[in-house]
């Protein structure tokens, strides 16, 4: 297992096979009553330059579960944002916490606190990567279709963070994945560099029926990402027709399930009919992030 999770090809297929393991005893115990607790008396910094719902209550509520603590750490209350170099922080913080999990803007913040800090160090997400809710999602996906290798995911939207994230998940545990993005939103490039050596199980289009044809899964995120709503309006225009509605699910296969990071936006990126109908995978998606999470703190922080 790595030392960090800072982004998706950190981790190898095993890697993902024994979080997911992890994480489903995780889960199948807190159910239970019988919590597994292996972070009694450790602590773990939590620096948020992004705000979030999900991301701050999984992780504040998955170290609670492990027996350990977490500390909220928003960019006013570090001295990061008052021109501190991050490598100082993260040797400041390296002496005091036992994991660091961030959630921020540049992909560079995160390498260097894994580089600087001595401690492992979770992104909880950044404009290039959300690991931790693509292995939600491969948890997700696994629970409702009995497995993952051979499964076709198609992505229907910006190739943004999670766009990246999927790619490379899907391709390292054994799945098809087919993007559908508009010209000129393309996925980061090294991430096309890494699809190029899985062949024709990567595709990449700009018409979503043809992405969606054949599909397991059905994936969106929404249309302008946190740090864009300057652009909210014009990307309204350039994604009117990657939208996951009826006629696009029903290209798909008829069992097909649908995946959403959240927050959705209903009539933009997916329709309220399919959200609806899709919900309770949904929320499931939703609930792993805090298992999945779990899992990954307790195999790093151990």
């Known amino acids: 297992m790595t030392k960090h999770l800072t982004k998706m090809s950190d981790l190898t297929k095993p890697d993902i096979t024994a979080i997911l393991d992890l994480a489903d005893n995780m889960k199948a115990a807190q159910k239970q009553g019988k919590a597994m607790q292996p972070l009694k008396g450790k602590t773990l ?17 998955g170290m609670y579960q ?3 603590q977490a500390l909220f750490l928003s960019g006013s209350d570090l001295q990061i944002g008052r021109g501190e170099p991050i490598e100082d922080t993260a040797r400041v913080l390296g002496r005091y916490v036992d994991g660091i999990m961030i959630r921020t803007f540049a992909q560079k913040d995160v390498e260097d606190l894994a580089k600087w800090s001595g401690i492992p160090v979770i992104n909880g997400l950044t404009d290039y990567a959300h690991p931790c809710q693509i292995l939600a999602d491969l948890m997700t996906i696994r629970e409702h279709k009995g497995k993952l290798e051979g499964l076709k995911l198609t992505y229907i939207g910006d190739g943004n963070n999670m766009c990246n994230s999927l790619i490379v998940g899907c391709l390292t545990v054994g799945m098809q994945i087919s993007i559908a993005v508009p010209k000129g939103h393309e996925p ?20 979503p029926a043809k992405a969606a044809a054949n599909a ?21 225009k350039t994604f009117a027709n990657y939208q996951i509605n009826a006629a696009l699910m029903a290209k798909a296969n008829p069992d097909a399930i649908v995946l959403h990071c959240l927050p ?4 933009e990126e997916i ?4 959200f609806d109908a899709h919900a309770n995978v949904i929320f499931d998606e939703a609930e792993n992030r805090l298992h999945a999470q779990k899992a990954v703190m307790a195999l790093l922080m151990e």
């Open 45 to 61: 910094a939590m620096i948020f330059q992004k705000a979030s719902t999900r991301t701050r209550v999984s992780f504040e509520t």
């Open 66 to 68: 492990l027996g350990g």
């Open 188 to 207: 980061h490039q090294d991430v096309l560099a890494f699809a190029k050596n899985y062949g024709t199980a990567f595709e990449m289009v700009e018409d």
């Open 216 to 236: 397991d899964v059905l994936a969106t995120d929404v249309w302008a990402s946190m740090g864009q709503e300057e652009e909210a309006k014009a990307r309204k």
């Open 264 to 267: 959705a936006h209903r009539e």
């Open 271 to 274: 329709t309220a009919e399919v």
